[in-house]
């Protein structure tokens, strides 16, 4: 079973809108900081965004600073990443990863994060 289930990706123009979910599956994340990577083609996964457990503290790449809001709703185990005034160089399959409980290492590392979700696809048209 999936840990994590994305959703909410499409194809948006370009300065477009869109709003990705995560919801855990079979477990709880709610002692977990949560993020979210992309991958486009032919290229590394990459960071997005993270926020922890605790404070609500979040962290963004350089890349969609001040276009994406990550946020979580522990109540329903969902983290969503809202992204606004999107470009065609945000065209990538999204995931979604959480790390273990209480981890406050470095949430930008993807080989931090021990739960992904299957991936949801955006693509921003020109």
């Known amino acids: 079973q999936v840990p994590l289930v994305e959703s909410g990706g499409g194809l948006v123009q370009a300065g477009g809108s869109l709003r990705l979910s995560c919801a855990a599956s079979?477990?709880?994340?709610?002692?977990?900081?949560m993020g979210w990577f992309r991958q486009a083609p032919g290229k590394e996964r990459e960071f997005v965004a993270t926020?922890?457990?605790?404070?609500?503290?979040?962290y963004y790449a350089d890349s969609v600073k001040g276009r994406f809001t990550i946020s979580r709703d522990n109540a329903k185990n969902t983290v969503y990443l809202e992204m606004n005034d999107l470009k065609p160089e945000d065209t990538a399959v999204y995931y979604c990863?959480?790390?273990?409980?209480?981890?406050?290492?470095?949430?930008?590392?993807?080989?931090?994060?021990?739960?992904w979700g299957q991936g949801t696809q955006v693509t921003v048209s020109s």
């Open positions: 926020i922890n457990w605790n404070t609500g503290r979040t």
């Open positions: 990863a959480a790390v273990m409980e209480n981890y406050f290492g470095d949430l930008s590392n993807r080989h931090n994060y021990n739960y």
């Open positions: 079979g477990r709880t994340f709610r002692r977990s900081a």
